[in-house]
């Protein structure tokens, strides 16, 4: 029988593609707390035990309890791609080989190239990036991701809390830290 395994887990957390994930870092929904003017990230995995040729994401509306919708266009889908490590650098220090996270393909560029593949038993992160609005009303938006894997269902909820604070906008100039000298090329 086809199944599908779907879990959350904190955007800072690195899954790499075909490492098994531990359960005390699996989260089952999606929980998001931001004030207005931000953006915050989430990572949905997907692992079937078959092999995927299309895999699609349906975000359901995003609603208050007072039926207030949270704007979908704030939020941009990314399919994750891989990058296969063979060798530790004599830079790295983490120790390990394997398919790290790389890019992050535009949702839509995915399907529309059909790289929206999945193989068995392998992680693969769908991301959202959510940005609050500054006239986003303050509350909690829930609603449903559902995962489709060639036509087998998984969903897992989502909440959205905004906060009635704002951050300013603010002009900055984009810049480039080097904590560690020997990565910079001569």
């Known amino acids: 029988m086809n199944s599908v395994e779907i879990f959350t887990t904190w955007n800072t957390e690195k899954v790499l593609q075909d490492r098994s994930v531990p359960q005390e870092i699996k989260q089952n ?9 931000s953006y915050e990230l989430c990572q949905t995995i997907v692992v079937p035990n078959f092999d995927v040729a299309n895999c699609e994401m349906v975000l359901s509306p995003l609603k208050s ?3 207030i919708l949270f704007d ?7 399919y994750q ?6 060798e530790i650098s004599v830079w790295e220090n983490n120790g390990k080989t394997g398919w790290f996270p790389d890019i992050l393909l535009p949702y839509d560029v995915a399907v529309s190239c059909r790289e929206n593949t999945i193989r068995a038993n392998e992680n693969q992160a769908i991301v959202l990036i959510v940005h609050i609005d500054e006239n986003q009303k303050a509350g909690i938006y829930c609603g449903t991701i559902s995962v489709f894997a060639d036509g087998v269902k998984c969903e897992i909820p989502i909440e959205i809390k905004v906060y009635d604070i704002a951050l300013p ?3 900055k100039v984009d810049s480039l830290f080097c904590m560690e000298y020997e990565f910079v090329e001569r």
């Open 72 to 78: 979908e266009t704030h939020i941009e889908k990314y």
């Open 65 to 67: 309890v007072e039926g």
């Open 29 to 37: 929904a999606v929980k998001i707390a931001a004030v207005k003017n």
């Open 81 to 86: 791609r891989y990058i296969e490590v063979k």
């Open 169 to 171: 906008k603010m002009q």
